[in-house]
């Protein structure tokens, strides 16, 4: 009877306080590549970064070929974003996952990301997966063209997004070609 009440009791302090299974951390050997459509980028010390629920989770930086490790223990993220930064390349999604299939994954980035299309034929984000907001980028002379929104209320906003482009600004040409205005991400 003693033994019973013990087990019950070490049972319900688990289920009350609360216990966590031990997550093993994520051990993944990357490689970043050129897109081919786009192979304007260099591979050689571009700063790969893994956020989960907008937290940066770890960082590192690829060798002369784009390769890299990276090491890091999830949490209870719903999603890990991938980006990359270099100077010249602004800080870009390249992949956004739920969840790893192994402890220590082989992954296979490219710059810029490889698009996705729906059946209409119009680019998905790489992070919802949605393309009702999803925008080409035009990339300007330092003249940022702006729509200017002014609500009931009188607050007045400005967006980059004018006929159905965003409008990025002084860059020549950037490496995103896309923009998701829910997510505020270029990809």
Not at 43 to 48: A, E, H, I, K, S
Not at 90 to 102: A, E, Q
Not at 168 to 175: E, R
Request: hydrophobic share 35%; aromatic share 12%.
């Amino acid at each position: 009877m003693r033994l019973t009440i013990y087990i019950s009791a070490i049972f319900l302090s688990a289920l009350l306080l609360g216990f966590r299974l031990s997550i093993n951390p994520v051990h993944i050997k990357g490689h970043v590549k050129k897109n081919p459509k786009n192979s304007f980028a260099y591979l050689d010390g571009v700063d790969v970064i893994i956020k989960g629920d907008n937290k940066v989770l770890a960082h590192t930086f690829t060798d002369n070929k784009g390769n890299f490790e990276i090491r890091f223990t999830p949490g209870k993220e719903r999603s890990f974003d991938f980006f990359v930064f270099a100077p010249g390349i602004d800080t870009m999604l390249i992949s956004s996952l739920k969840t790893f299939d192994s402890d220590t994954p082989e992954m296979s980035f490219y710059i810029p990301a490889l698009k996705k299309r729906d059946f209409l034929g119009q680019i998905l984000c790489l992070k919802c997966n949605k393309s009702d907001k999803v925008y080409k980028i035009r990339y300007g002379d330092g003249l940022t063209l702006t729509k200017r929104h002014i609500a009931k209320s009188g607050d007045t906003t400005y967006s980059p997004i004018v006929n159905g482009y965003y409008n990025a600004g002084t860059c020549i040409a950037g490496l995103a070609t896309y923009y998701c205005d829910r997510d505020k991400m270029i990809f």
